[in-house]
Antibody, heavy 116, light 106 residues
Framework: QLQLVQSGNELKKPGASVKVSCKVL????????VTWVRQAPGRRLEWMGW????????KYNENVEGRVTMTADSYTKTAFMEVRSLRSDDTAVYFC?????????WGQGTVVTVSS | DIQMTQSPSTLSASVGDRVTITCRAS??????LAWYQRKPGKAPNLLIY???TLNSGVPSRFSGSGSGTEFSLTINGLQPDDSATYFC?????????FGQGTKLEI
């Protein structure tokens, strides 16, 4: 059964970086994408981009491109998303999800809090 | 960017009722639309993709319809477990965007 397991919650200061991981369990096919989505308090879900777990191809939301890097380790089937130069409005729940169109299943979510 | 607008924002219904949630896109997205259910403190759960295809394991009381700019999610025979927030997402062109969500109270 396909399952995505994310790393734990993070508390960061403004200007710092955070790297969230997403381990994929139970998949065997080659062309597998992981999409990252976040939801800030009181705001709707925001699509951040996706990465192909095998080939490393990426597609970013241009609104976050430049501060966000998605990488993957195909051996451990783990996707990573790093957000740099954190600001208070990066405070959100960050989700990874399987797929690059419709999304499912999703990871459990990682709360990233940016506060001085 | 394509804007996704859902209505209503909140919905109150009773067990056994039939409810419909609407999602409107700011431009033609053909049938490139998904619906999700999210419960407090949980990750979203995919219900429907390609506007009307039911995801595996999702009860048949859920159905989706529409194309172009107007879409709907219908739940027949509401169950207490259906209390959740529902939202739509297009995947027609980058950047993908989500609706603001409809909170269903039972």
């Amino acid at each position: 059964q396909l399952q995505l397991v994310q790393s734990g919650n993070e508390l960061k200061k403004p200007g710092a970086s955070v790297k969230v991981s997403c381990k994929v369990l139970g998949y065997t096919f080659k062309n597998f994408h992981v999409t990252w989505v976040r939801q800030a308090p009181g705001r709707r879900l925001e699509w951040m981009g996706w990465i192909n777990l095998s080939g490393g191809e990426t597609k970013y939301n241009e609104n976050v491109e430049g501060r966000v890097t998605m990488t993957a380790d195909s051996y451990t089937k783990t996707a990573f998303m790093e957000v740099r130069s954190l600001r208070s409005d990066d405070t959100a729940v960050y989700f990874c999800a399987s797929g690059n169109n419709w999304l499912g299943p999703w990871g459990q979510g990682t709360v990233v809090t940016v506060s001085s | 960017d394509i804007q996704m607008t859902q209505s209503p924002s909140t919905l109150s219904a009773s067990v056994g009722d039939r409810v419909t949630i609407t999602c409107r896109a700011s431009q033609n997205i053909f049938r490139w639309l998904a619906w999700y259910q999210r419960k407090p403190g949980k990750a979203p759960n995919l219900l429907i993709y390609d506007a009307s295809t039911l995801n595996s394991g999702v009860p048949s009381r859920f159905s989706g319809s529409g194309s172009g700019t107007e879409f709907s999610l219908t739940i027949n025979g509401l169950q207490p477990d259906d209390s959740a927030t529902y939202f739509c997402q297009h995947y027609h062109s980058y950047l993908y965007t989500f609706g603001q969500g409809t909170k269903l109270e039972i």
